[in-house]
């Protein structure tokens, strides 16, 4: 992979720069990158992706093995990793709408037709009810972890999820 990086820069000096870059901060990247995605694929394409953006602003980064060298690989990784988790969290959305006409193949008519009007109005959720709902329940993550996701505190989080719940529960009652 290195030698792809390599081959997008024009000189000597910058290749030397980014080679040192990538070897010395890899596995900073890749941890940083875990610890938002949580999925080996996504980090490696997290990681990837910071490198292509430390390319384009390599003229930002001055004094080789420095403090600022190390925080500034690391705020564009995790900047890269959090747009990877958006794009991500929104495919999957997208996927949960995929579903909402398709009938479960177990149940009563009336079950089936529940769960899909159940993820319907899941989907029609306002954004700060719906992401930490989707989470929790597609995804399985704990409040920890879509707190650190969404940046908010796990307060925030489980009250969240407690109004989407309830939300839902006043949706159904109404139904």
């Given at each position: 992979?290195?030698?792809?990086y390599l ?13 040192k ?25 997290a ?16 004094e ?5 060298e190390?925080?500034f690989?690391?705020?564009v990784?995790e ?11 929104y ?10 006409h398709?009938?479960?193949?177990r149940?009563s008519?009336?079950e ?6 159940l ?13 930490p709902?989707?989470?929790?329940v ?5 409040s920890k ?7 908010i505190?796990?307060?925030?989080v ?9 939300y839902l ?7």
């Amino acid at each position: 992979m290195l030698a792809l990086y390599l081959s997008l820069i024009e000189t000597n000096e910058d290749r030397d720069k980014i080679e040192k870059i990538y070897h010395r901060y890899k596995k900073l990247m890749k941890y940083i990158a875990m610890q938002i995605l949580g999925r080996e694929e996504l980090a490696e394409d997290a990681v990837h992706d910071t490198m292509v953006r430390l390319i384009e602003n390599l003229s930002s980064i001055k004094e080789e093995g420095s403090k600022e060298e190390k925080a500034f690989v690391a705020i564009v990784t995790e900047n890269v990793a959090r747009d990877l988790w958006r794009k991500e969290r929104y495919r999957r959305s997208e996927d949960i709408t995929d579903y909402l006409h398709v009938i479960p193949s177990r149940g009563s008519v009336a079950e089936k037709v529940y769960v899909n009007e159940l993820l319907e109005r899941i989907c029609a959720l306002p954004e700060t009810l719906r992401a930490p709902l989707e989470m929790s329940v597609y995804l399985g993550l704990s409040s920890k972890e879509i707190a650190r996701a969404l940046n908010i505190t796990e307060e925030a989080v489980r009250k969240r999820i407690q109004r989407g719940r309830e939300y839902l529960s006043k949706e159904e009652a109404l139904s």
